[in-house]
């Protein structure tokens, strides 16, 4: 045993070691969220809660039913139910049950025409089983809820169409996708009481999307 | 005195789990104690079973993938990696460069990420609370880097087979680096409060000490192993991914303790920054999915090939011409059996897939490490007093999710 052994054994040096960082770390900021009162930044692409994107030329969903997030989601959670109305197969029931769902995103990622979309919506605890269960008009207001309070003008899901992949196999809808409006588009259709003063005229042309890439 | 010499005292049983926080879980032992000394310990698990296995069979392989999150959730990214290297060597798929080198990122990135978490309880355990403090601060981080690319913090589902999902951001790529500079001195900062720490020197040293041979004859594998100091490591072994571009060390202890199998995860520590920092460097520029990887909408059942051209009933006087020869093999599953090995913070976790040619594997077996460490506790707790338990069933370093899968 040398005498640093000694002297170290005696005066706990290796104790006080510790104590003088946990009294160093003790003068510098937390780093603890207080969380109702404070958030953390939630990053773009994060995968909450379900959400149908509200078209802005017709005002309702873009599902075309085509099965394919039904067929393959993992956890089974996706219940579709087609009709058929003057020949056409027409979406009649579109359900997800959000509590069995494993937020994996694979229906995100799989929509032929990005309709599907998980919002960064995060805080949707309930009292009863019912209120998470999303049928069409609840995803529809889900998309409402968020893009209400989205910060910016427009919103493009990261995995509608992900970085580094081939887009040549893509669908066609899925390739030519951009950002959507978050923002109610006043519709040219429609004959409008009051002019909108906070909407530029330029507005309605935000919907033929720009092909520019994320 | 000789009163209590001759003292015989039977031997009491007792449960340890499976809701004793210090079991990381849902472990539970069975210990008969002879006063402090442990004479017999027997591990039961099962209480944790979720039947991935079995699941695995009826989901194609390309949804099969979320299961693998569910094993050990600490280190969820690993797994998901171990599964995508396996599905791809059974459907000889090439994966892009860019790809292989973010994997190792994210690989690397959770065995931090894993380790942070095994000193954190490992240390709780045996007393030291600070550690755990300041390396659930250090883990947020990682998690941040995991939300950036993907989404999720904690079932990340992050690569798929043939690739990943998506590209890595400038912004990860910078938040990374910045991670790799600051890092090392928060390992700094672990090891100022407890790697010379009298306690946990009395706690560690000489404890749980098991032999090269014995670990090996016991299947044990990762940290657990090489803290025995048996270099094996199936990154260097078997290199998958960009394992075999990147420089570094396996760390190896010596004295085949509890104290050993800490320093040897601490310098692995030290490793993974070293890999990622590699990997940041030398990433190319590229896809990160491969052209002829299956999509998640992977048929379970493989599309029916033309076999027999349709009959030319219409003349009917020449014979129909032989059959041409069967197309060459293509990149779908064919009836094959292998297994595969990875390297995942925990240890060695291996898939078996007997693939039947169809999108559903036959039979999906996991070789899960966790599995294979619990069993080794009977031989380190056995003769060891009660208070030397907890520190063995954290230096095995097990997560009951892996271990009942």
Not at chain 1, 33 to 62: C, L, S
Request: proline share 9%.
């Amino acid at each position: 045993m040398t005498l640093k052994d000694i002297v170290n054994r005696f005066f706990l040096i290796e104790i006080l070691k510790g104590m003088a960082l946990t009294f160093k770390m003790m003068c510098t900021r937390a780093v603890t969220i207080q969380y109702p009162k404070q958030r953390r930044k939630i990053f773009p692409g994060f995968r909450g809660k379900h959400a149908f994107v509200r078209d802005a030329k017709t005002g309702k969903e873009k599902c075309i039913g085509c099965m394919k997030c039904a067929n393959m989601c993992p956890a089974q959670c996706i219940y579709i139910t087609k009709t058929k109305i003057e020949n056409k197969m027409v979406v009649e029931k579109y359900d997800i049950e959000a509590l069995r769902c494993i937020y994996c995103g694979y229906c995100v990622e799989v929509c032929p025409t990005c309709a599907l979309v998980l919002t960064e919506a995060y805080e949707y605890s309930a009292y009863t089983k019912d209120e998470i269960y999303f049928n069409k008009a609840k995803l529809l207001q889900n998309w409402d809820d968020f893009a209400s309070t989205y910060p910016a003008d427009e919103y493009f899901n990261k995995f509608w169409r992900p970085d580094g992949i081939d887009t040549s196999k893509m669908v066609k809808a899925k390739k030519e996708q951009g950002p959507v409006p978050t923002r109610p588009v006043p519709q040219p259709a429609e004959p409008q009481p009051e002019t909108p003063a906070e909407k530029p005229p330029e507005k309605p042309a935000e919907k033929t999307e720009t092909k520019e890439t994320e | 005195m000789a009163v209590i010499k001759d003292l015989k005292t039977k031997e009491i049983t007792i449960n340890m789990g499976p809701q004793h926080p210090a079991t990381h879980g849902v472990l539970r032992l069975m210990l008969e104690l002879d006063g402090e000394t442990v004479v017999k310990c027997t591990p039961y698990i099962g209480y944790l079973h979720r039947g991935t296995e079995k699941l695995g069979e009826n989901k194609t392989y390309a949804t099969a993938l979320p299961l693998t999150d569910r094993l050990d959730y600490v280190s969820s990214m690993s797994n998901n990696i171990g599964f995508c290297v396996a599905v791809e060597k059974l459907l000889s798929i090439k994966v892009p460069e860019r790809a292989q080198y973010i994997r190792t990122i994210m690989a690397e990135l959770t065995r931090i990420a894993n380790h942070i978490v095994w000193i954190a309880t490992h240390a709780l355990d045996i007393g030291a609370m600070t550690v755990f403090l300041y390396s659930m601060r250090d883990r947020e981080w990682i998690l941040d880097l995991y939300e950036m690319t993907c989404g999720a913090r904690l079932t990340v589902s992050y690569p798929r087979i043939g690739g990943v999902r998506c590209d890595v951001t400038r912004e990860f790529m910078e938040s990374c680096y910045q991670f790799t500079e600051e890092f090392p001195e928060k390992i700094l900062q672990y090891e100022t409060l407890i790697d010379k720490n009298r306690i946990w020197l009395q706690r560690t040293v000489g404890i749980g000490i098991i032999s090269p041979e014995d670990a090996i004859n016991w299947g044990l594998t990762g940290p657990t192993l090489r803290g025995s100091g048996v270099p094996y490591d199936v990154r260097k072994f078997a290199p998958y991914d960009a394992y075999d571009k990147v420089d570094f060390e396996v760390p190896i202890g010596k004295n085949c303790d509890v104290y050993d199998r800490y320093r040897c995860r601490m310098d692995e520590f030290r490793q993974s920054v070293k890999i990622i920092r590699q990997c940041l460097e030398k990433m190319p520029e590229g896809l990160v999915l491969a052209p002829e990887a299956p999509g998640y909408d992977m048929p379970a059942v493989p599309p029916k090939k033309p076999a027999a051209p349709p009959p030319k009933t219409a003349e009917g006087e020449a014979p129909p011409p032989p059959p041409p020869p069967p197309p060459p093999e293509e990149t779908g599953p064919v009836f094959n059996e292998l297994y595969v090995a990875t390297e995942v913070p925990k240890g060695e976790l291996g898939f078996y897939f007997i693939s039947d040619g169809t999108g559903k594997p036959y039979r999906m077996r996991l070789r899960a490490p966790s599995f294979v460490h619990a069993g080794v506790l009977p031989k380190l707790c056995e003769g060891s007093l009660v208070a030397d338990v907890i520190a063995n069933i954290g230096t095995i370093d097990i997560v009951l999710g892996e271990c009942d899968r």
